[in-house]
């Protein structure tokens, strides 16, 4: 165990610039361990509506919305203050979420807090305005112009998977943009969240409600949130089944929503690729954090001449996936977020056996503390079961054979989501080809890697709206306003 003063463990909301207790608690669970790790504050929905009022007044009552500079400053603050927290940070980080260590010095940690500096470099050098040129009208000349302005009070709610990513992928576009946010935990992780709050208190001159951090138990308090009058955005990452329902939450008042959800992703192989490495890149990918990652490429479509040979080597690669207690460096893989997940995967694997699906390696869960599960490899699987075409969050790779590229596209694209994949050819025009029929937010083409804090990243079809980091991250926060004016005559 790597956090050793649990008693240190944040306790406290931030609402309205002060660290809040709730009026009741309840445990949260480490995932690696099945033991509670500690309380975490359980929002009434009066607290959750004492951060939505202290949001709108910080927003309608304070210069934050139009002083780019000082938010800049207050960015740059956060950054700094996570980078000098980071070790802190990280530990919590493993405890919290289940993360290997391996993973936060990328996309659990490492790479979130690189998002800041990233915004906070685009706000110093971001236009606000945008000059249209002049129109004749009635005989005059008229100047006309774009103002971008704040959308207003954000509602951001993120997963459990990379609550660091999450956060630190919506919170500082919104602030750089110049709205306020009330941002809601995930229930599973909140620990690590709530002292990120503490550091925007403590170490950022972040004003009183400009950023408010609660946690809860209750579906009332993401309730509250999507339907209350006073939030005009909500961008949330989690289940297309619950955006489903945030998205018609937020319809009564037409509030402008931004969903990153579920995926189901492809990597197609082409039957002239070099799968050498594709065995370990397939089987790694695959359970990387246990599996829980929206984006991972869950769905191996391979040339079906060269499917068993594959399945044999990814089978290989999946039995040197180490797995076990997340604070060891030497573990690739930790655990399942909780006992229920597991059984979901577990279930859905049973059920994948039951209709047909050759069960190559793993499908159990593992004896002792914590939520694992072994690495899975399922073959010969009909691209229309539910296997391939649920996402299952857990260490489950499924095998599709294909008859040529144009097959390959059909079963990528028959899929409800369109978040990521990856294509493999020895040609990269043909890969291309084929990448570009894909209905999918990202994709890589033989390898390449295209995660980054300016890359916008989001889905296709039930993958979601919108786009988070990069230009376009920020640009969600803002509304256009076109003005004119005549032009005085000379």
Not at 248 to 256: H, N, Y
Not at 285 to 291: M, P, V
Not at 328 to 335: H, I, T, V
Request: glycine share 10%; aromatic share 6%; net charge negative.
């Amino acid at each position: 165990m790597g956090i050793k003063d649990l008693a240190a463990l944040p306790k406290h909301m931030l609402i309205d610039g002060k660290l809040v207790a709730a009026s009741r608690t309840y445990p949260s669970i480490s995932p690696s361990t099945g033991e509670v790790l500690g309380e975490a504050p359980d929002a009434s929905e009066d607290d959750v509506r004492a951060a939505v009022a202290a949001a709108r007044r910080a927003f309608d009552e304070t210069d934050w919305a139009t002083n780019v500079q000082f938010r800049l400053r207050c960015l740059q603050q956060l950054h700094a203050a996570l980078v000098k927290h980071k070790e802190e940070l990280r530990e919590l980080t493993i405890a919290d979420v289940g993360a290997p260590r391996g993973t936060t010095y990328g996309a659990q940690l490492d790479e979130p807090v690189d998002i800041v500096e990233y915004y906070a470099g685009l706000l110093s050098s971001f236009s606000f305005t945008e000059e249209l040129g002049l129109r004749e009208f009635m005989g005059k000349q008229h100047k006309r112009w774009i103002e971008k302005e704040p959308v207003g009070v954000v509602a951001a709610i993120i997963g459990y998977n990379y609550p660091n990513q999450l956060t630190l992928a919506k919170l500082p576009p919104a602030l750089a943009a110049g709205c306020t946010v009330v941002l809601k935990t995930a229930p599973q992780t909140p620990l690590i969240t709530l002292a990120i709050a503490e550091l925007i208190a403590n170490e950022t001159d972040i004003p009183a409600g400009v950023v408010n951090v609660i946690s809860g138990s209750s579906p009332a308090v993401g309730q509250v949130l999507t339907t209350s009058p006073d939030v005009d955005a909500i961008t949330f990452t989690g289940s297309t089944a619950t955006g489903r329902k945030i998205m018609a939450a937020g319809a009564e008042t037409i509030k402008r929503v931004f969903l990153e959800l579920g995926g189901k992703s492809a990597l197609v192989v082409l039957d002239d690729a070099d799968t050498s490495m594709l065995p370990l890149t397939a089987a790694f990918t695959a359970c990387s954090h246990a599996g829980q990652g929206c984006a991972i490429t869950t769905r191996l479509v391979v040339p079906r001449d060269s499917h068993d040979e594959i399945v044999a080597g990814v089978a290989a690669a999946m039995g040197n996936v180490k797995y076990g207690d997340p604070f060891d460096q030497e573990n690739y893989m930790g655990p399942l977020i909780t006992e229920e997940q597991r059984d979901k995967v577990h279930g859905l694997v049973e059920r994948a056996v039951a209709d047909g699906a050759t069960l190559v390696c793993g499908g159990k869960k593992t004896d002792g503390p914590g939520y694992y599960y072994e690495p899975t490899l399922l073959a010969n699987v009909d691209p229309d079961s539910e296997v391939a075409q649920t996402e299952a969050f857990g260490p489950v790779l499924v095998v599709i054979p294909h008859d040529g590229d144009d097959d390959a596209v059909k079963i990528a694209n028959n899929s409800i989501y369109g978040l990521s994949g990856g294509v493999l050819s020895a040609s990269e025009d043909r890969a291309l080809a084929v990448a570009r029929k894909i209905r999918t937010g990202t994709i890589g083409i033989n390898g390449g890697a295209w995660f980054g804090a300016d890359s916008p990243f989001g889905g296709f079809k039930q993958s979601g709206i919108g786009r988070e980091m990069g230009v376009l991250g920020l640009e969600e926060f803002l509304e256009s306003k076109t003005l004119a004016a005549p032009v005085a005559a000379q």
